[in-house]
């Protein structure tokens, strides 16, 4: 089983950057991609990125070309570094794994418990 575990969330001013660390040991050796959502207060839950197993990424419009996934196979962890923070940035976000391996060819998904991020000045 994975267990990620989000950390590096915290308040900051418009402009600034932050970068979460998503560690999930198990990751890499089950072959698993990761993405990041968010769900600001009182709002739904975004999906934000992701990296899957090959390496390809993907963003959400809204934070393309300021938002950068990564990943680090020795150590299990996938980053999510966001520069040029905006206030409708503020959420709580978190990063799910997604596995193969599942019943019926899904993928098998495991959540963390999330890392809060406040833009504001």
């Known amino acids: 089983q994975v267990q990620p575990v989000e950390s590096g969330g915290g308040l900051v001013q418009p402009g600034e950057s932050l970068r979460l660390s998503c560690t999930a040991p198990?990751?890499?050796?089950?072959?698993?991609?990761m993405n990041w959502h968010r769900r600001p207060a009182g709002k739904q839950r975004e999906w934000v990125s992701t990296?899957?197993?090959?390496?390809?990424?993907q963003y959400t419009a809204s934070v393309k070309d300021r938002f950068t996934i990564s990943r680090d196979g020795g150590t299990d962890t996938v980053y999510l570094q966001m520069d040029a923070l905006k206030p409708e940035d503020s959420a709580m976000y978190f990063c799910?794994?997604?596995?193969?391996?599942?019943?019926?060819?899904?993928?098998?998904?495991?959540w963390g418990q999330g890392t809060q991020v406040t833009v504001s000045s």
């Open positions: 990296i899957s197993r090959d390496g390809t990424t």
């Open positions: 799910k794994a997604f596995c193969p391996g599942g019943s019926g060819g899904r993928y098998r998904e495991y």
């Open positions: 198990g990751f890499t050796s089950n072959n698993c991609g």
